[in-house]
Structure formats: structure tokens, C-alpha cells
């Protein structure tokens, strides 16, 4: 596919990346309104993030690896998980796909120059770095790194000596961070579109942004007071959530997980999304049921806004509380259902092309079934009773955060790094990196489900010896995983440097309007603004060759 | 070009729409305040609740212009009016049935 | 959502729409921010129900009455200020826009003196009588300070808002024309009002 493009290739126009602007150097990036450029921004301060949380999880890892002491004492320990979720949740996969890919390719998927304010756009990055900026300063500053876990549940987290107010704050700035992008793709969605983008012509992607964007603004001040609560009761003293004032700690939880359990959509439906435009592309077929898929991620943002306390079911609540949200949880597996369903019948007599975008695609699939599953058995009363803070939860949780959200990313970067920075990584490479990380990862979480329906409790420090085999096997999984992951990133740093130039527009064969611009894309998007006549995925028979470029 | 210019050429009328409103907020303000004196029992927090909804919804659709927006921004504001009341009622959920 | 949609342009230039749009939903998250709190006060007044009707008998009614009347009539000015400027009243619509910084100060004075009478009578968080009183009571006063004072605070925003709107329709930056920023501002001051409008009653009416 990667023709060979130094031949070919000429700068007849500008694009993004040499574009010069008023400002030198870092400059031209840091105070650039170009959300092309955000987008850059973006992902280079998201994946650093993720490699201190993947070194982070690695530790927690080694550290269990034998019971009692392995590595560290049990408060670095304590503090290792709960800067591993704060780090993976709120700093990577939070803002995740929106801010990376969201950012660079929402304007362009619909036809439009930039997005709605570009001002703010850049204003949401800045909070999300000083977010980033005030958890280094929690875990160095004397006082220690938070401890609390990434919940931060009353009371330890109003009792605990450790640095909570800085870490609250930076959750607050992200989660501000967060609503602006929502805000930012809401309007962007609503007002920019191209002439004749119906909305029933937009691409998938942008339909699981903009419900993104929803859940985002709606649901994140909660957090964003309940945290600011937390921080004000801590410094003032003031009698809201501690027992000691007559407070309620269950009322904490359930306006922690009121935000909470929607913020797994904000990471998962934008990766739903972009599996919704690789897969079409690499089976050359229209993506079956688009509407349904469409409707589905604003199903998933409704419903999925209502089912919060299915996390606390072990707390004693009300029996009609437990029996409503016990249901509805039930009922928000079915829009997902709807959209693996879909994704599967579009497979079914495509020619498939496994290149590595595919690749990670398809395991998402595979692990976000895995992951929706076992939630659905914790859906259920009884059985969550049984499972409750043991590692099945563990063993969900990175199943549908990592297996959806993160492996989403890892799709997207090799569908769309080439078309963002006009090189392209070494394939062969990439596909060995995928089955590593792949393998890697289920024989790293795969066991947690076994030890937790066998009793391991979650983030304890010390385990009874039965469950050592167990611990073991999953440890020497994360080795695997991990190789896998830095094999990958070590191919796509290298093709940022030395991968091999190209300039076809349609890397892929892709039938959405990324592809119809120059590679990388020039300032303005555009040349000349998009007429849509025709919606996205319109594959027509037999056009393979035509795409391929000879 | 777009409805705020149309109205300009209304706003006299504006003026005194305004003024009408903000006369209702004060009757509402002097009600809420004379019936909290009277003993209703549990009926007190509803009247406070429907009295002060009354309000909002007059400064929101005239003082706020929902009135003349587009339907979207109608459905925005609903969209949020209700995540309120049902994430409300889900949490009382809990509450009330102990 | 279809008709009017096919109105939106397709690139950067000045799309009014799109500004209020933004606005909305930035003025959903605050909302949703006080909506939170809301939240937490009709939970604890259930639990606490006879607490709450005693704790809120120190309310002082008159005070809470003015400052409602005061943010209601500056809800009117700021109103007031952008139909005249649409109509072509700068002046008038700079007074407008003064009167309603100057009614957010009364406001924010009046909270000062009523703050104060309450720290005076020792009910202030972490304070050794409140501590003593019952649950209920120190949860209404611990929910009365963070929300009249997450309100207040909001309002200083508002006001420093407007004072910039202010500094603007004198430059000629917002015209009759381009008025969407004054719009905006007004929007936010009347949010503000909003919230009031509940904070209210749940504090000082429910004796
Ligand atoms: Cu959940």
C-alpha cells in the first residue's frame, strides 16, 4: 500500500505540521489553536502518562508475585495502586480517544475547519497538564503519595495524612479538562457540519463523540463537587460526608459512582466508535445497521447515567434500590449487545484484511465481550454479594477499561498515525507487537477472574499461599504484555523519525473524509470545503482495486 | 439575518415584558414567603419547590430567551432538567425505603 | 433537531448560535455542579428532618427576602441592559450593566453581615456549640456555607464578568451587532439568579 512515496512526494501545500504561525519552536505547538496540533499535543502527554501508569501496574505485579513483601512496604504499595488508577483512569483513558483523535479528526470527519473554540480547546489541554503537573507534585511533595485508592472513599480519604487535597484538585482540573472537550464537540457536531453532512451521514465516530460529549458535560461536575466537597471538608472542617458530623460516607459512593460509572462510557464508547470505522474499512463492506449503531451510543450515554449503584451493592442499601439498579444495569448490556452484534454481521462475507488497525479491533471484540460479560454476572444480586472487592472486579475492570478503551487507543494510533504525521510504521513489527501484547494480556488478567471467584480480596498487600500460582502466572503475563506494548510503541516512535514517507490520501481504503484530504493534512483541512452527497462506508462491489493505490 | 435582530426593532415591547416578569418573580417571592408562615404541613417543601420552579422557568424562557431559541436548545435544557430529577428519584431510591 | 440545523456553516467565521450553544452547556455544568449539592440537602433533610426545621429557625427571613428581591431586579437590568443596547442605547445599557454590578455588591454585603451574625453565634464549621448540637444541625450549616458561599462566589464571578462586558460596550467591542458576548454574561448572571431562586426556600423557609 505504501507506494513509493519520496518519488511522489512534493509539498504543493502546507500542511499542519510545517505550517509556520506567529510563534518559534514549542511555541508554535503550546499556544497553537490548531486542533490538529492540539490533538498532537494530546497524544504525546497522554501515552507518557501511560507508560508511569503501565511501570506502575508492573510494580504492583512484581510486588505480588510472593505473598508478604516482595519489592515494597504495604503504604508504597497502597500508594502504587491508587496512583496506577488515578494515572490510567482520570490521565489516560478519560480523555483518552476524544482528546487525541477526537481532537485531529472530528473537524475534518465533518467537513469542518477546526472545532467549535479553538480557544478553549487549547484552555482544556492546559488544565489537563496541570492536572497531570499536581499529581507528580502529590506523590513528591512531604506528606506522601495518596493512598486512598482511585475511589477515594469517606472517611479514610478525609483521615489520610497523605497529599489528597493536591490529588482531589488535579481531579478536579481534569474532570474540568474533560467537560470542555465534551462542550467543545457537542457544539462542534451541531453547528460545523459541511453542507449536506446530515447527521445520518456523519461517521460513526463522530456519532460515539458526540455522545461522549453528553456524558461528559452532564455527568462530571458531580464529581467534579463531590471531590471539591471532600477538599472543603478537609480544610474547613465542614460537616458534610464525615460520620464524625453526622455525615453520610454511603452518600459519598453514590455520588462518587453517580459520575463514576458513566466516565467507563467516556472510555468506552469512543473507542466503540473507532472500532465502528476500522472495521468496515478492512472488510470492505458498509457497516451493517449504522443507525442502530448510532442509536446505540446514545442509548448506552442514557442508560448508562442511570445504573451507578450497582456498585454498591454490598453497602446496605434499600432492597428496591438494589432490585431498580440491578435491572438497569441488565438493560445497558443491550445497546452494547446491538453494537457487537453489528460490528460481527458486518465481518460476515467482508474481505478481511488483517493489518494491524484490524488486529486491535478485533481483539477489542473479543475482550470487550469478555469484559461486558462477567459485568453482567456482577449485575446480578446474589452473585455480586459473592464477588464484591474480590479480583473478578479487577479482573472486569481492565478487561472493559484496558481491553476496550486501551486497546481502542492502540487501534486507532496504527489506523490513524500514519495520516496524522504522513509516515508509516513497519507492519510485520506491528503485528508481532499485537500478539504479544495480546497473549500478554490474558494470561495477565485472565487469572484474576479465577482468584477472585476463589476469594482473593482486591488490593491487599498480602495473600494466603493458595493463591500464589495464580499471582505468579499473572505476573509473568505482565512481563509478556509489557514487552509487547513498549515493542509497539518503540515501532511507532521509530516510524515518527524514520518511517517511510507516504502521501496517498486513502492509507487504508477508508470511505470517510480523513481519507479525502492530503496526508498529513494541510492547515485548513481542506482545499476546498466538502459538498457530502453520500453517507459514510458506501462500499460499492468490487472497488477494492480501485482503492489500492497501484 | 437572525431572530435577535428582529427583535431589536420589538424592544420597547421587550422593556415592558421584562418589567411584567420581573413584577411576577416579586409576587412569587412575597407568596413563598407569606405561605411558609402558614402551617402546611408536608405540603410546605412542595409549594416551596413549585413556586420556585415557577420562577426559574420565567427566567429562563423570557429573561434567557429559551422562548425564541431553536428547539435544540430546548431539548438541551430537558436533557438536563431531566439526568436532575432522575438521578434524584434513583437516589431516593435508596433512601426512602430503608 | 433537522430543520434549522442545515443553517450551520461550515467553517470559523461568526456563528452566534454557536456561542450561545457553548453557553448552554457550560451553564448545564454548573448547574449539575449545584445540582450535586442539592442532591446532598434533600438527602440529609430526609434523614434529618426535625434537626433541619430547627437549625433553619436561625435563619434570618428578611435578610434572605432582600437578597432574593436583589437578585431578582439585577436578573431585570442585565435583561433590561441587552434589549437596550440592541436598541441602540449604549448608555442606557452601560448604566443598565453598572446597576447590576452594583446590586451583586448589596447582595454579596448583605451575605457579608448575615455570615456574620451567624459566626457571632458561634454556628461556623468546626466551631466547639456547633460540634455539640445534633447531626442534622451541623450537616444544614455545613451545607449553608459551602452552598451560599459556592453561590457567593459565583456571583463575584458574575460581577467581574459584566464589569469586563462593561469595559467592552464602552470600546465598541460589543455593539448592537455583536452582542453575543453581553449575551452570554447575561446568561450566566441569570443562572446565578436561578440557583438562588432554590437556595432560598431550602434555607430559610422551611421553619
Ligand atoms: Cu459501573
Same mark, same amino acid.
Given at each position: 500500500?505504501?507506494?513509493?512515496?519520496?518519488?511522489?512526494?512534493?509539498?504543493?501545500?502546507?500542511?499542519?505540521?510545517?505550517?509556520?504561525?506567529?510563534?518559534?519552536?514549542?511555541?508554535?505547538?503550546?499556544?497553537?489553536?490548531?486542533?490538529?496540533?492540539?490533538?498532537?499535543?494530546?497524544?504525546?502527554?497522554?501515552?507518557?502518562?501511560?507508560?508511569?501508569?503501565?511501570?506502575?501496574?508492573?510494580?504492583?505485579?512484581?510486588?505480588?508475585?510472593?505473598?508478604?513483601?516482595?519489592?515494597?512496604?504495604?503504604?508504597?504499595?497502597?500508594?502504587?495502586?491508587?496512583?496506577?488508577?488515578?494515572?490510567?483512569?482520570?490521565?489516560?483513558?478519560?480523555?483518552?480517544?476524544?482528546?487525541?483523535?477526537?481532537?485531529?479528526?472530528?473537524?475534518?470527519?465533518?467537513?469542518?475547519?477546526?472545532?467549535?473554540?479553538?480557544?478553549?480547546?487549547?484552555?482544556?489541554?492546559?488544565?489537563?497538564?496541570?492536572?497531570?503537573?499536581?499529581?507528580?507534585?502529590?506523590?513528591?511533595?512531604?506528606?506522601?503519595?495518596? %493512598?486512598?485508592?482511585?475511589?477515594?472513599?469517606?472517611?479514610?480519604?478525609?483521615?489520610?495524612?497523605?497529599?489528597?487535597?493536591?490529588?482531589?484538585?488535579?481531579?478536579?482540573?481534569?474532570?474540568?479538562?474533560?467537560?470542555?472537550?465534551?462542550?467543545?464537540?457537542?457544539?462542534?457536531?451541531?453547528?460545523?457540519?459541511?453542507?449536506?453532512? %446530515?447527521?445520518?451521514?456523519?461517521?460513526?465516530?463522530?456519532?460515539?463523540?458526540?455522545?461522549?460529549?453528553?456524558?461528559?458535560?452532564?455527568?462530571?461536575?458531580?464529581?467534579?463537587?463531590?471531590?471539591?466537597?471532600?477538599?472543603?471538608?478537609?480544610?474547613?472542617?465542614?460537616?458534610?460526608?464525615?460520620?464524625?458530623?453526622?455525615?453520610?460516607?454511603?452518600?459519598?459512593?453514590?455520588?462518587?459512582?453517580?459520575?463514576?460509572?458513566?466516565?467507563?462510557?467516556?472510555?468506552?464508547?469512543p473507542a466503540m466508535g473507532v472500532i465502528s470505522e476500522i472495521i468496515p474499512t478492512f472488510s470492505r463492506r458498509t457497516i451493517f445497521g449504522y443507525k442502530f449503531i448510532a442509536y446505540?451510543?446514545?442509548?448506552?450515554?442514557?442508560?448508562?447515567?442511570?445504573?451507578?449503584?450497582?456498585?454498591?451493592?454490598?453497602?446496605?442499601?434499600? %432492597?428496591?434500590?438494589?432490585?431498580?439498579?440491578?435491572?438497569?444495569?441488565?438493560?445497558?448490556?443491550?445497546?452494547?449487545?446491538?453494537?457487537?452484534?453489528?460490528?460481527?454481521?458486518?465481518?460476515?462475507?467482508?474481505?478481511?484484511?488483517?493489518?494491524?488497525?484490524?488486529?486491535?479491533?478485533?481483539?477489542?471484540?473479543?475482550?470487550?465481550?469478555?469484559?461486558?460479560?462477567?459485568?453482567?454476572?456482577?449485575?446480578?444480586?446474589?452473585?455480586?454479594?459473592?464477588?464484591? %472487592?474480590?479480583?473478578?472486579?479487577?479482573?472486569?475492570?481492565?478487561?472493559?477499561?484496558?481491553?476496550?478503551?486501551?486497546?481502542?487507543?492502540?487501534?486507532?494510533?496504527?489506523?490513524?498515525?500514519?495520516?496524522?504525521?504522513?509516515?508509516?510504521?513497519?507492519?510485520?513489527?506491528?503485528?508481532?507487537?499485537?500478539?504479544?501484547?495480546?497473549?500478554?494480556?490474558?494470561?495477565?488478567?485472565?487469572?484474576?477472574?479465577?482468584?477472585?471467584?476463589?476469594?482473593?480480596?482486591?488490593?491487599?498487600?498480602?495473600?494466603?499461599?493458595?493463591?500464589?500460582?495464580?499471582?505468579?502466572?499473572?505476573?509473568?503475563?505482565?512481563?509478556?504484555?509489557?514487552?509487547?506494548?513498549?515493542?509497539?510503541?518503540?515501532?511507532?516512535?521509530?516510524?515518527?523519525?524514520?518511517?517511510?514517507?507516504?502521501?496517498?490520501?486513502?492509507?487504508?481504503?477508508?470511505?470517510?473524509?480523513?481519507?479525502?484530504?492530503?496526508?498529513?493534512?494541510?492547515?485548513?483541512?481542506?482545499?476546498?470545503?466538502?459538498?457530502?452527497?453520500?453517507?459514510?462506508?458506501?462500499?460499492?462491489?468490487?472497488?477494492?482495486?480501485?482503492?489500492?493505490?497501484? | 439575518?437572525?431572530?435577535?435582530? $428582529?427583535? @431589536? $426593532?420589538?424592544?420597547?415591547?421587550?422593556?415592558?415584558?421584562?418589567?411584567?416578569?420581573?413584577?411576577?418573580?416579586?409576587?412569587?417571592?412575597?407568596?413563598?414567603? @407569606?405561605?411558609?408562615?402558614?402551617?402546611?404541613?408536608?405540603?410546605?417543601?412542595?409549594? @416551596?419547590?413549585?413556586? @420556585?420552579?415557577?420562577?426559574?422557568?420565567?427566567?429562563?424562557?423570557?429573561?434567557?430567551?429559551?422562548?425564541? $431559541?431553536?428547539?435544540?436548545?430546548?431539548?438541551?435544557?430537558?436533557?438536563?432538567?431531566?439526568?436532575?430529577?432522575?438521578?434524584?428519584?434513583?437516589?431516593?431510591?435508596?433512601?426512602?425505603?430503608? | 433537531?433537522?430543520?434549522?440545523?442545515?443553517?450551520? +456553516?461550515?467553517?470559523?467565521?461568526?456563528?452566534?448560535?454557536?456561542?450561545?450553544?457553548?453557553?448552554?452547556?457550560?451553564?448545564?455544568?454548573?448547574?449539575?455542579?449545584?445540582?450535586?449539592?442539592?442532591?446532598?440537602?434533600?438527602?440529609?433533610?430526609?434523614?434529618?428532618?426535625?434537626?433541619?426545621?430547627?437549625?433553619? =429557625?436561625?435563619?434570618?427571613?428578611?435578610?434572605?427576602?432582600?437578597?432574593?428581591?436583589?437578585?431578582?431586579?439585577?436578573?431585570?437590568?442585565?435583561?433590561?441592559?441587552?434589549?437596550?443596547?440592541?436598541? &441602540? &442605547? =449604549?448608555?442606557?445599557?452601560?448604566?443598565?450593566?453598572?446597576?447590576?454590578?452594583?446590586?451583586?455588591?448589596?447582595?454579596?454585603?448583605? =451575605?457579608?453581615?448575615?455570615?456574620?451574625?451567624?459566626?457571632?453565634?458561634?454556628?461556623?464549621?468546626?466551631?466547639?456549640?456547633?460540634?455539640?448540637?445534633?447531626?442534622?444541625?451541623?450537616?444544614?450549616?455545613?451545607?449553608?456555607?459551602?452552598?451560599?458561599?459556592?453561590?457567593?462566589?459565583?456571583?463575584?464571578?458574575?460581577?467581574? +464578568?459584566?464589569?469586563?462586558?462593561?469595559?467592552?460596550?464602552? &470600546?465598541?467591542?460589543?455593539?448592537?451587532?455583536?452582542?453575543? =458576548?453581553?449575551?452570554?454574561?447575561?446568561?450566566?448572571?441569570?443562572?446565578?439568579?436561578?440557583?438562588?431562586?432554590?437556595?432560598?426556600?431550602?434555607?430559610?423557609?422551611?421553619?
Amino acid at each position: 500500500m505504501a507506494s513509493d512515496a519520496a518519488a511522489v512526494h512534493s509539498n504543493s501545500y502546507e500542511t499542519y505540521l510545517d505550517y509556520k504561525g506567529k510563534h518559534k519552536g514549542i511555541f508554535a505547538w503550546i499556544l497553537s489553536t490548531d486542533h490538529k496540533r492540539i490533538g498532537i499535543l494530546y497524544m504525546v502527554a497522554l501515552l507518557s502518562w501511560f507508560l508511569v501508569g503501565m511501570a506502575l501496574g508492573g510494580l504492583i505485579r512484581l510486588e505480588l508475585l510472593t505473598p508478604g513483601r516482595t519489592i515494597v512496604g504495604p503504604q508504597t504499595y497502597n500508594a502504587f495502586f491508587t496512583l496506577h488508577g488515578v494515572i490510567m483512569l482520570f490521565i489516560f483513558v478519560i480523555p483518552g480517544i476524544p482528546a487525541v483523535f477526537g481532537n485531529f479528526f472530528l473537524p475534518i470527519m465533518i467537513g469542518a475547519e477546526d472545532v467549535a473554540f479553538p480557544r478553549i480547546n487549547l484552555l482544556s489541554w492546559y488544565l489537563y497538564i496541570i492536572g497531570g503537573i499536581l499529581i507528580i507534585l502529590a506523590i513528591f511533595l512531604p506528606g506522601g503519595a495518596p %493512598d486512598t485508592g482511585w475511589t477515594f472513599y469517606i472517611p479514610y480519604s478525609i483521615r489520610t495524612s497523605t497529599n489528597m487535597i493536591i490529588t482531589l484538585t488535579a481531579v478536579f482540573l481534569l474532570g474540568f479538562s474533560s467537560i470542555l472537550t465534551g462542550l467543545n464537540f457537542i457544539t462542534t457536531i451541531h453547528r460545523l457540519r459541511a453542507p449536506g453532512m %446530515d447527521w445520518f451521514k456523519m461517521p460513526l465516530f463522530s456519532w460515539a463523540l458526540y455522545a461522549t460529549g453528553w456524558i461528559q458535560v452532564i455527568v462530571t461536575p458531580i464529581i467534579g463537587i463531590t471531590l471539591l466537597l471532600v477538599i472543603i471538608e478537609r480544610v474547613f472542617g465542614v460537616g458534610i460526608f464525615d460520620p464524625a458530623l453526622g455525615g453520610d460516607p454511603i452518600l459519598f459512593q453514590h455520588l462518587f459512582w453517580i459520575y463514576s460509572h458513566p466516565a467507563v462510557y467516556i472510555m468506552a464508547v469512543p473507542a466503540m466508535g473507532v472500532i465502528s470505522e476500522i472495521i468496515p474499512t478492512f472488510s470492505r463492506r458498509t457497516i451493517f445497521g449504522y443507525k442502530f449503531i448510532a442509536y446505540s451510543s446514545l442509548a448506552i450515554a442514557l442508560f448508562g447515567s442511570l445504573v451507578w449503584a450497582h456498585h454498591m451493592f454490598a453497602v446496605g442499601m434499600s %432492597d428496591s434500590a438494589e432490585f431498580i439498579f440491578s435491572l438497569l444495569t441488565f438493560m445497558v448490556a443491550i445497546p452494547s449487545a446491538i453494537k457487537v452484534f453489528n460490528w460481527t454481521a458486518t465481518l460476515y462475507k467482508g474481505s478481511i484484511q488483517l493489518d494491524p488497525p484490524m488486529l486491535y479491533s478485533l481483539a477489542f471484540i473479543f475482550l470487550f465481550s469478555i469484559g461486558g460479560l462477567t459485568g453482567i454476572i456482577q449485575g446480578a444480586l446474589s452473585v455480586d454479594i459473592h464477588l464484591t %472487592d474480590t479480583y473478578f472486579i479487577v479482573g472486569h475492570i481492565h478487561y472493559v477499561v484496558f481491553g476496550t478503551a486501551g486497546f481502542g487507543i492502540f487501534a486507532a494510533l496504527h489506523y490513524w498515525l500514519p495520516k496524522m504525521i504522513g509516515k508509516i510504521y513497519n507492519m510485520k513489527t506491528a503485528k508481532v507487537a499485537f500478539w504479544i501484547t495480546f497473549i500478554g494480556f490474558n494470561i495477565l488478567y485472565f487469572p484474576f477472574f479465577i482468584m477472585g471467584w476463589l476469594g482473593m480480596p482486591r488490593r491487599s498487600y498480602d495473600y494466603l499461599p493458595e493463591y500464589q500460582v495464580y499471582h505468579v502466572i499473572s505476573t509473568v503475563g505482565s512481563w509478556i504484555m509489557i514487552s509487547g506494548i513498549l515493542l509497539m510503541f518503540y515501532n511507532l516512535l521509530k516510524s515518527v523519525y524514520t518511517g517511510k514517507r507516504v502521501t496517498e490520501r486513502n492509507l487504508w481504503g477508508g470511505e470517510t473524509l480523513e481519507w479525502t484530504v492530503p496526508t498529513p493534512p494541510p492547515l485548513t483541512n481542506f482545499e476546498k470545503l466538502p459538498d457530502v452527497t453520500v453517507g459514510p462506508y458506501e462500499y460499492k462491489q468490487n472497488d477494492i482495486e480501485v482503492e489500492e493505490v497501484k | 439575518m437572525d431572530k435577535h435582530n $428582529e427583535l @431589536a $426593532e420589538h424592544s420597547n415591547h421587550r422593556y415592558g415584558k421584562y418589567i411584567l416578569v420581573w413584577l411576577g418573580l416579586l409576587t412569587l417571592t412575597a407568596i413563598t414567603v @407569606a405561605v411558609a408562615g402558614v402551617n402546611l404541613g408536608s405540603i410546605t417543601i412542595a409549594t @416551596a419547590i413549585i413556586i @420556585a420552579s415557577i420562577k426559574s422557568y420565567l427566567v429562563l424562557t423570557v429573561f434567557m430567551h429559551l422562548k425564541s $431559541e431553536s428547539k435544540t436548545f430546548k431539548i438541551f435544557v430537558g436533557v438536563a432538567v431531566f439526568f436532575i430529577i432522575i438521578s434524584l428519584v434513583l437516589l431516593f431510591s435508596d433512601y426512602s425505603n430503608m | 433537531m433537522s430543520t434549522q440545523e442545515h443553517t450551520a +456553516v461550515a467553517h470559523l467565521h461568526r456563528d452566534d448560535v454557536r456561542s450561545r450553544m457553548g453557553m448552554w452547556l457550560f451553564l448545564f455544568t454548573e448547574l449539575i455542579l449545584f445540582g450535586g449539592m442539592f442532591f446532598l440537602y434533600a438527602v440529609y433533610r430526609f434523614l434529618h428532618q426535625a434537626d433541619f426545621h430547627v437549625a433553619a =429557625k436561625s435563619m434570618n427571613i428578611l435578610i434572605g427576602t432582600v437578597n432574593t428581591a436583589i437578585l431578582l431586579t439585577s436578573s431585570l437590568t442585565i435583561a433590561l441592559s441587552i434589549a437596550a443596547l440592541q436598541n &441602540k &442605547k =449604549k448608555i442606557l445599557s452601560l448604566i443598565l450593566q453598572g446597576i447590576t454590578v452594583i446590586f451583586g455588591l448589596l447582595f454579596l454585603v448583605n =451575605k457579608y453581615f448575615e455570615w456574620s451574625a451567624e459566626i457571632h453565634h458561634g454556628n461556623y464549621p468546626g466551631s466547639p456549640e456547633l460540634i455539640s448540637q445534633s447531626s442534622g444541625h451541623i450537616l444544614f450549616f455545613g451545607l449553608y456555607y459551602v452552598m451560599t458561599g459556592l453561590h457567593g462566589l459565583h456571583v463575584i464571578i458574575g460581577m467581574v +464578568v459584566i464589569m469586563f462586558m462593561m469595559r467592552f460596550t464602552i &470600546k465598541d467591542v460589543i455593539t448592537p451587532d455583536h452582542i453575543v =458576548k453581553l449575551e452570554a454574561a447575561g446568561l450566566y448572571w441569570h443562572l446565578v439568579d436561578i440557583i438562588w431562586i432554590f437556595l432560598f426556600p431550602l434555607f430559610y423557609l422551611i421553619t
